[in-house]
C-alpha cells in the first residue's frame, strides 16, 4: 500500500491584517485540494504555509493573486 504525503508550500505574502486573513481563508477553505494552511501575521514576510498533495506552488501563487495579494514561493 502506497501512501501519499501531501507537499508543504511556503510563501512569503503581502497579507497584513485579519481582515486579509478573512478574505484568504473563505478561498483556501473552500478549494477541496488543500489539507492544511496557517498563517504568520506577526512574521515580517506574513508566512503562509500550505499542505496540498495535489497542487503545486504555481498554482497556490495564482489562488493568492487572484484576490489581489502578492505571494511568492520563498525557498528553505
Do not use: P, Y
Not at 13 to 36: F, G, M, P, R, Y
Not at 50 to 76: H, N, P, R, V
Amino acid at each position: 500500500m502506497e501512501t501519499q504525503f501531501a507537499n508543504l508550500f511556503i510563501f512569503g505574502t503581502n497579507l497584513q491584517t485579519e481582515k486579509d486573513k478573512q478574505v484568504i481563508s473563505k478561498v483556501l477553505n473552500a478549494n477541496h485540494e488543500i489539507e492544511q494552511w496557517n498563517i504568520d501575521l506577526e512574521d515580517v514576510d506574513s508566512v503562509l504555509r500550505i499542505e496540498s498533495k495535489t497542487l503545486t506552488a504555481e498554482q497556490i501563487i495564482k489562488i493568492i493573486t487572484e484576490q489581489d495579494f502578492k505571494c511568492s514561493e520563498l525557498s528553505e
